[in-house]
């Protein structure tokens, strides 16, 4: 089931009203149905998949946590995590790689016999299966004790609202939420419905908007102008954002209402001044994942030469975070230039920090944020490109731009936007990010959001009510998915 | 070598590897506590530690540091 569907609509207020009514006993089993219920919508056999791994993650970490040795502890650790990464090699990543067998195989003369699996991605896999081994993991290093309750453990999993696209949890921070008893807190259930109308927002009015261009260009490259082309890579820059936020304030909301607070998982990222601070602002819960359970092992293990070790470290982490985004070469040349960057300012550090004392800090900080933001704008054409050829092509077509303005009188005679979109369409996109732009730094240097707090109850509902008009007026005529379900 | 001396020490190593002259250190000093401590520095100033004291840290011993103190227990024990 989507967020913005109609169908969520009907599920939510019907499972909150249920959870409020219901006794603190029968709650975890309310969850739970709902939760099946909500990940069924999209193919209901695949709940198998899910139910699989459940039950091989719960008796794994029961197993770990009571095995007397450090090596049957690592024993079931690696059954865990052979199960969980068997299942993302299966359905996410054997088409990948055996279409490259094939295309290597075939430069070399020969046939690759294998065919290629014919079935869909289980939605949000690479999300679920992350948590499952992060609890596992927890409990191999001694940070957590097996959870004994199979339906809550089943839960851990399943919550719906980070079921398919996260935050991805620890079992720290939310299996102890379950067995607390959650009492109706109007100021709670305001604050979370809040959060989930800011999502609502930022996706059907933003990103949703933004996709129609941006959708409009990249599918048709090469009837493009450079400008539009140029314009799609920035507009695609805020789609995403708006877009994998969003997903994350309604998830965070739709928990909040409930009682339950789940992990932040964005600090405005645009805001970085290095791409290694990016990555500690951006989708920070699957940045920790992977700092906690591939980046530091692989250091600690390299640690005889630390310079290379960390170099090294940064590189396989980013190409796998590359790659846990999809089995694709655009992908994992996203995450590849997120590696050699986060090196490069290893490397730089001391230089770059005697370098910044030299300089006007405002200055500095600002052209530091620049530079960040357009270096992951860059990266996004290869995240958002359909193939490798097409990202190049759009990286080829970039410094048509001076052209194009140098001979304005030329280009002006021709449609110089992408003609998916109506003019007033365009201007619409541009005014929605400068707006967000406004909120985000009226919110970093006055805290707006908590101001509208503090207002009497007519300027909040005021408030609350412009917001639900803006969505009605400026909703996209066309829903789109969330990009980051296909992850 | 005693703790004092100890933490004298790593208080060098801190200010090297985070680059900042001016930091000063306590025992129960944490991560949160000082900028720039983060997971990719943690590693470096263990190793730093590692090579001057010459001890060697266990994989679990890393990640379980709490804090300065710890780590200077474990040193004391190491070098004992």
Known sequence: MLFNSIEFLFFFPIVTVLFFILPHRFRWQLLLGASCFFYMFFKPEYILILAATIVVDYFAGILIDEAPTEKLKKKYLLISLVANIGVLAVFKYFNFINNNVTGLAYVFGFHNPIPALNMLLPIGLSFHTFQAMSYTLEISRGNYKAEKHFGIYALYVMFYPQLVAGPIERPQNIIYQFYEEKKFYYDCVMSGLRLMLWGFLKKIVIADNLTTYTDGVFNNLHTQTSIAIVISIFFFAFQIFCDFSAYTDIARGAARVMGYELIKNFNYPFRSRSVTEFWRRWHMSLTSWFNDYLFTPLVIKNRRSISFGIIFALMITFSLSGLWHGAAWTYVSFGVMHGFATSYEFITKKWRSRLSKKINPFIYNHISQLLTFLFACFTWIFFRANTMDDAFYIVSRIPGIFNEINHWSITRSKPIFDESMSNLGHIYCFMFIIVLEGIHYLDNHYQIFHLVLKQNKFIRWTVYYSMMLIIIFFASATSHRFIYFQF | ?80
């Open chain 2, 1 to 80: 070598m005693d703790k004092k001396e100890i933490l004298i020490k790593i208080n060098e190593i801190f200010k090297n590897i985070l680059d900042n002259e001016a930091l000063t250190i306590y025992e129960n000093t944490i991560a949160s506590d000082v900028e720039d401590w983060d997971s990719l520095n943690h590693i470096q100033i263990i190793v730093a530690i590692e090579k001057t004291f010459k001890i060697r840290f266990t994989t679990n011993e890393i990640h379980h540091f709490k804090n300065v103190g710890e780590l200077l227990v474990a040193i004391e024990s190491k070098l004992a």
